[in-house]
């Protein structure tokens, strides 16, 4: 009889293999090159859409982590389709970084220079040249760690600026999306940069990116984390005054708690390890306010207190791995149980068993969200399909 890890082994390694990557291979592959930039949450393709830079990036990494752990020749396939699009369509040779976006026919659309975006190229590069050895995106990836590095380090006040026009010139609004704050720096951007870095570190041992990678690391620690609360800071000014109050969004804060211990383990500090495993343990406990007796866990905190009730996709999926990290590195042998729940919640309310994929969300009436999206801009395999790799790779 299997214990709930193999369960939760073969469950998560099942919908990986027979759900997610399938759809995105199958329906999402546009013929003419890349993949198509939108699919309603009604499930209508719509082959006009804009394409990001976020979704091209994070299919590129989704599926060459699935190569490099299957062995799948299928998933390098889309893999090296993604590297191709990334590189041919994203990749400004004027002035050097990625664009935001593209239109259907791979021409520049929204041409600024989002930090965030080009985290997630060098996120997929890294991996694409991990799985293959391919030089061409290894050596992309480095190029685009010293692009932000020359234009969105921040000397003097420490952290990374949130975005420039094409030609690295200052704008007015640098939100990277209409949900944001317009402040300098966020969370949210520091996170996905430091989760690129962390990748690349694993096959550049560059003196530069693993000092820049902790010093990220500590950034989180000693700026971003509330010392009294555990949660994360949303938005700063500057000089990294807080800018958000008490809002809060449990879902990152769920997610930063297992991926700032990856980075502390990559880093290979013994000292900073444990730091950073206190940290998290109090990071985890932090999101976990807003878990449900459901499984589920909701979206965020507002700042007057009121609580945003809606189960994301992603949020669930980043909580089935920081409950499996509670359970594996932090002794809570509890939080196992409770990651089985999540998934149960998931495989219940969240997969669409007919047409593939998860929706986007469900609503606090307990509805599915027909209205976003099922693949999109934002909606991407990575948070359900590094779900499953990730805890798939650490269950014997």
């Known amino acids: ?58 299919i590129l990494w989704t599926f060459s982590a699935a190569y490099r752990t299957s062995g799948r020749p299928e998933y390098l396939a889309t893999a090296t389709a993604a590297r191709n699009y990334l590189l041919d369509k994203f990749l400004d040779t004027a002035y050097g970084g990625v664009y935001w976006s593209v239109n259907a026919a791979g021409e520049p659309s929204d041409t600024k220079k989002q930090f965030y975006a080009l985290g997630f190229a060098i996120y997929g590069l890294s991996e694409y ?27 003097v006040n420490n952290g990374y600026e949130e975005a420039t026009a094409r030609d690295w010139t200052l704008i007015g609004d640098v939100r990277l999306s209409d949900k944001d704050a317009n402040e300098k720096k966020t969370m949210n951007t520091h996170l996905h940069i430091l989760e690129a870095y962390t990748n ?8 530069r990116l693993r000092r820049q990678t902790r010093n990220l690391l500590e950034i989180f620690l000693t700026r971003i984390m509330e010392p009294q609360s555990g949660h994360l800071g949303l938005f700063f000014d500057d000089r990294w005054q807080l800018k958000s109050g008490s809002r809060f969004s449990y879902g990152h804060d769920i997610e930063a708690s ?13 000292t900073l390890y444990e730091h950073t495993r206190a940290c ?36 669930q999926a980043e909580c089935v791995i920081g409950l499996f990290y509670l359970y594996r590195f ?46 999109g801009f934002w909606k991407c395999p990575y948070h359900n399909g590094r779900m499953c790799m990730e805890i798939a790779s650490r269950i014997p």
Not at 332 to 357: F, M, S
């Open 1 to 58: 009889m299997m214990n709930l890890e193999q369960q939760l082994k073969q469950h998560l390694t099942a919908e990986l293999h027979n759900d997610i990557l399938p759809f995105w291979a199958r329906r999402m592959a546009d013929p003419r090159g890349g993949f198509f930039g939108r699919m309603a949450g009604t499930g209508e393709l719509c082959p006009d859409a804009e394409r990001s830079a976020i979704l091209c990036g994070r």
């Open 129 to 155: 040249a991990r799985a293959t050895g391919d030089e061409r995106a290894f050596g992309e990836a480095v190029r685009l760690f010293r692009v932000i590095e020359d234009h969105a380090y921040d000397a």
């Open 200 to 207: 690349l570190l694993r096959i550049w041992p560059d003196e």
């Open 258 to 270: 297992w991926l700032l211990l990856e980075t502390a383990s990559t880093l290979g500090d013994e």
């Open 280 to 315: 998290c343990a109090r990071i985890a406990d932090a999101a976990l306010e807003g878990y449900l007796d459901d499984g589920s866990l909701i979206y965020e905190r507002h700042a007057d207190g009121m609580q945003d009730r809606e189960r994301h996709w992603w949020v």
């Open 330 to 375: 932090h002794g809570r042998r509890e939080a196992l149980a409770l990651a089985w729940k999540t998934w149960n919640y998931i495989g219940t309310h969240l997969i669409d068993r007919e047409g593939g994929e998860w929706w986007w969300s469900i609503l606090p009436d307990g509805n599915i969200n027909r209205t976003d999206d099922k693949a």
